[in-house]
């Protein structure tokens, strides 16, 4: 059974980049045919896709945020990351990770000064 974690702060200001950290357990981040994946879900909003890093390492944008995104990983750590920059108020979400079918408990992150 793949388990999600996701960590980082909860309070980010605005400007300033925000980086959560999704650690994986019960599984390799490697594995044939796994997505890794950002999700988040802003107040009163649907869910949005922000980007993903295949099992390849291989990345997929979200035309929307492909400008201040960045995801990455790091096998040894079993883990995988995402930056966004330029944070603004709208930014302010539950964050999720993703693989497949498996998802993270989510992180509430607010952008406040």
């Known amino acids: 059974q793949v388990q999600l974690q996701e960590s980082g702060p909860g309070l980010v200001k605005p400007s300033q980049t925000l980086s959560l950290t999704c650690t994986v357990s019960?599984?390799?981040?490697?594995?044939?045919?796994?997505?890794w994946s950002w999700i988040r879900q802003a107040p009163g909003k649907g869910l949005e896709w922000m980007g993903a890093i295949a099992y390849s390492g291989s990345l997929y944008d979200s035309p929307s945020l492909k400008s201040r995104t960045s995801i990455s990983r790091d096998t040894a750590k079993n883990q995988f990351t995402l930056q966004l920059s330029s944070v603004t108020p709208e930014d302010t979400a539950v964050y999720y990770c993703n693989a497949n079918r498996y998802w993270g408990q989510g992180t509430q992150v607010t952008v406040s000064s």
């Open positions: 019960g599984g390799s981040i490697t594995t044939n045919y796994y997505y």
